[in-house]
């Protein structure tokens, strides 16, 4: 399972972004809402206040239902998330906008005129987020199939991020704190946790970046002009800028896909986007319609930024429930000490898989125990030989004495165990 998450996440956005499938070849499964949109529709069009899609819009679902949920005290962060990210105080028309000139400085990459660089436009507002909490709501719509919805938290400290892909079925919480991280999908109760230096983490901490890179690559695929200025309820200035057409010179990647997709022809576009003098982005709406086949559909996306609106945000509930392994390494690094920690005996015949950080399966090497493994029992694990003549060998209950051509461990080092429902990962930094 821990080397799925990333790869979920990418699969999520290309299928959404039209990348690999056509407009219409992606139909909702049997009991999945349709969009009330239809092909050509214009794309949603932003509220006057430039916040987020009207209350119908937003998720309320149950878990299991393809939407996470987003109630306090059930493992999301304190306060109702998007409290935030969504700018409370109202905006004003554009047609009541101020010129230009009346913003205190211009964001990175804009001029009076236009933008001249999406790249600085979104570097400054990683900058600024950096050591400051954020909420991150985005909605990825395409009139064929139903909305994708991502909501991001980040305290510094801790992220917490929901993911509702319900075209194909996937409904997974993400949490990453500082020593633990855990990913659970809400429709079929699996949970990966890793403590440590482990692939849950990098795969987990991947997948959160892509989701928030993903809006760089539709906006980058327009070109924008200034037009006007307005200041919020709170007195925050804001600069709105306008698509003026679409960016023919646009670069596509995987992690920032753009707008109109290979085997797509464009046909029309629109998009608005409201950044502060500093440079953060607060709201966003971009929206293209396009051909595929002679099918005609609107896909877009929408997105607001702004700070995280409580204190920390806490360990969810089925983070919690958790049992929570222990490594350590001795002998001169030579012998791992895994201490199990299940709720139930791992049986005799299992896998202890023994790895590095990162995504590197490649080089995992499962390590079969001859007996079983009850809880809080430590299981000791040394290897002999290198390269491709390497071998494991693993001591239950009883610390072993190592053979004199027992080589040591170093860099990252991890143990994966999987117990029913739960992928446990435990990893340790050997040495410099």
């Not at 966003?284 to 920390?312: C, D, H, M, Q």
Request: hydrophobic share 30%; proline share 8%.
């Amino acid at each position: 399972m821990r080397h799925r998450l990333a790869v979920a996440a990418v699969v999520a956005l290309v299928v959404l972004a039209g990348c690999s499938v056509g407009g219409g070849s992606s139909t909702p499964t049997e009991g999945e809402s349709t969009p009330t949109e239809t092909p050509g529709d214009a794309a949603p069009t932003p509220t006057e206040r430039g916040s987020t899609p009207n209350d119908s819009e937003t998720p309320t679902a149950t878990p299991g239902s393809g939407t996470p949920t987003v109630t306090p005290g059930a493992g999301t962060p304190t306060g109702t998330p998007g409290s935030g990210a969504t700018p409370t105080d109202g905006g004003t028309p554009s047609g009541d906008l101020q010129p230009v000139s009346a913003m205190e400085s211009l964001p990175a990459g804009v001029t009076a005129e236009k933008v001249t660089n999406v790249s600085a436009l979104f570097d400054v507002e990683s900058g600024a987020f950096a050591d400051s909490g954020f909420e991150y709501d985005m909605r990825l719509y395409n009139t064929t199939r139903p909305d994708v919805r991502f909501h991001i938290a980040n305290d510094t400290e801790a992220t917490f991020l929901n993911a509702s892909v319900p075209a194909m079925d996937l409904s997974e919480q993400y949490y990453l704190g500082p020593t633990e991280v855990g990913v659970h999908n809400t429709s079929t109760g699996a949970v990966a946790y890793g403590k440590g230096p482990t692939p849950v983490r990098t795969s987990a901490g991947f997948a959160a970046v892509i989701f928030a890179l993903f809006p760089q690559g539709y906006v980058g695929s327009l070109e924008w002009e200034t037009e006007g200025v307005y200041t919020t309820d709170s007195g925050e200035q804001r600069l709105v800028l306008e698509s003026a057409g679409r960016n023919e010179t646009a670069s596509e990647g995987i992690f920032a896909p753009s707008l109109v997709a290979e085997g797509e022809q464009f046909r029309s576009a629109s998009g608005r986007i409201e950044v502060t003098a500093s440079g953060v982005v607060r709201y966003g709406n971009v929206s293209a319609t396009v051909e595929r086949g002679g099918e005609t559909y609107t896909k877009g996306l929408e997105f607001t930024i702004g700070p995280y609106g409580a204190e920390s945000i806490p360990k969810p509930d089925w983070l919690e429930a958790v049992p929570e392994p222990t490594l350590s390494v001795e002998s001169s690094d030579r012998l791992l000490a895994y201490e199990y920690a299940g709720d139930r005996p791992f049986p005799a015949g299992s896998n202890l898989t023994v790895g590095s950080g990162g995504f590197g399966s490649a080089a995992s090497t499962n390590v079969t125990l001859s007996e079983s493994v009850s809880p809080g029992e430590t299981v000791y694990v040394y290897r002999t030989g290198s390269g491709a003549d390497v071998s494991y060998a693993a001591s239950v209950g009883q610390r072993p004495t190592l053979p004199d051509d027992a080589t040591a461990f170093s860099g990252e080092v991890t143990i994966t165990v999987r117990v029913g429902d739960y992928d446990l990962a435990v990893g340790t930094q050997v040495g410099a």
